[in-house]
């Protein structure tokens, strides 16, 4: 991974209600959640919702499928790994 990946990918994080939703939907495990059961954990208007989902999508940290008028949204555990892996590849390496 590219340490820009990883800052956008955090920078994206750092935001307390996207990581809300990043944590509802890791959570939720491998089927994720609907947009509607996502929103009513978090109670909040859903164009607020949606552009706080496409920035995380746009990182690559959720995806979405339609399911006829369900909007589905999935953690992309492979991306979390890869950016847990990125973190920590240089520990305990020292300052040489």
């Known amino acids: 991974m590219k340490i820009?990946?990883?800052?956008?990918?955090?920078?994206?994080?750092?935001?307390?209600t996207r990581l809300?939703?990043?944590?509802?939907?890791?959570?939720?495990?491998h089927h994720g959640l609907a947009v509607?059961?996502?929103?009513?954990k978090l109670d909040i208007p859903g164009s607020t919702?949606?552009?706080h989902i496409s920035?995380?999508?746009?990182?690559?940290?959720?995806?979405?499928?339609?399911?006829?008028?369900?909007l589905r949204c999935q953690a992309q555990y492979q991306e979390l790994e890869?950016?847990?892996a990125f973190l920590s590849e240089e520990c305990c390496k020292g300052c040489d």
Not at 4 to 16: K, P, R, T
Not at 20 to 29: D, H, K, M, T
């Open 55 to 70: 920035r995380l999508v746009k990182v690559g940290l959720l995806s979405q499928t339609r399911e006829g008028r369900v």
């Open 49 to 51: 919702l949606s552009h």
């Open 4 to 16: 820009e990946m990883a800052a956008n990918q955090l920078a994206e994080l750092g935001h307390v």
């Open 82 to 84: 890869r950016l847990i």
């Open 20 to 29: 809300e939703i990043y944590r509802i939907l890791v959570r939720a495990g």
């Open 36 to 40: 509607s059961a996502i929103q009513e």
